[in-house]
């Protein structure tokens, strides 16, 4: 079988796309091939400024490219509502929602509701902004999300005694892996309940392998070793990429590269890490988030 690479992308002429943390990395160049495609896509950024410039650069490759920039700001809770109702007013569908934004090791911080920056932002934002967009999704055929996770969660645990670190101290790596087994394990949850209410919404996940991106900013050691190993972010998109536009996708499945230790290659189906097949952990960390976003999401209740 052929590599899977930016040409196996099916032509994405009339699909509405929101990326999160689009205006670098793995981000930008996810939105900048959907919109090569032929997708309309809003670029979702905490920095309309540097936003910006990842518009000016796609244009400048394309003219006529459909893309748009919205502030998004994940670490806080009533700014992804405000941003949820203005895209719901000015769109009438939604195709697909990649969850792509992350923080990854910072030191210690809070989100605005004061939840631990890399849980608040990686799981509990786009957590929360997925159910504020849900009814688009569900009224759009056809519709996916995608989200983004880390070969890291690989070495994650659910803290679930203390998700935010306070009474361990902060742990910058154990709670940046425990937001990415987070991720996992929300897609799966997310999934379950989607189909038991009969709903046609896929949700995907990916992990780009090792990818060197601003991403790695508060980590020396990343940093240094991204010269070895180390993919551009157009390669490390492709898993993605994968993940929203595979005809062939189905809901819950997992793509990264098919190299060595996943660090490297073309993306192909993977198996999601052992602690996030823990359906017990999903549905716990489900309820727990509900609790701490205020958000609850129009679906069947268990």
């Known amino acids: 079988m052929s590599a899977w690479t930016i040409e196996s992308i099916p032509d994405q002429s009339g699909r509405e796309a929101i990326v999160t943390g689009a205006n670098t990395g793995i981000g930008f160049e996810t939105a900048r091939a959907l919109a090569l495609k032929g997708a309309r896509v809003t670029l979702a950024c905490r920095s309309l400024e540097k936003g910006q410039v990842a518009i000016n650069h796609i244009l400048k ?46 030191p210690e911080s ?40 880390s070969a890291a969660a690989q070495r994650g645990a659910m803290h679930f005694n203390d998700l ?3 009474k361990q101290g902060y742990k910058p790596w154990p709670a940046y892996v425990q ?38 900013r508060n980590s020396p050691v990343a940093r240094f070793f991204n010269r070895l190993f180390a993919m551009q972010p157009p390669q490390g998109a492709l898993p993605t990429l994968r993940a929203a536009t595979d005809p062939d996708a189905a809901g819950g499945d997992y793509y990264g590269p098919d190299g060595f230790l996943q660090m490297r290659g073309y993306p192909v189906r993977i198996e999601m890490v052992k602690q996030a097949r823990n359906d017990g952990h999903a549905a716990r960390l489900w309820e727990i988030s509900e609790e701490l976003t205020g958000l609850r999401y129009d679906l069947p209740r268990d």
Do not use: C
């Open 110 to 149: 809070k989100t605005v509701q004061r939840f631990e920056l890399q849980f608040g932002v990686n799981h509990l934002g786009h957590f929360a902004l997925t159910g504020a967009l849900l009814h688009l999704l569900q009224a759009t055929a056809d519709s996916r999300v995608v989200v983004v996770s």
């Open 61 to 106: 490759q394309s003219a006529s490219a459909v893309v748009t920039l919205a502030q998004l700001d994940l670490a806080d809770l009533r700014n992804i509502v405000a941003f949820a109702k203005r895209y719901t007013v000015q769109h009438k569908q939604l195709d697909l929602l990649i969850l792509n934004a992350g923080v990854m090791v910072p």
């Open 164 to 166: 935010q670190f306070e």
């Open 179 to 216: 937001s990415k087994l987070a991720n996992q394990l929300f897609a799966r949850e997310l999934q379950r309940r989607l189909r038991a209410a009969g709903s046609s919404v896929l949700v995907t996940v990916a992990h780009p392998g090792w990818t060197a991106t601003d991403l790695q």
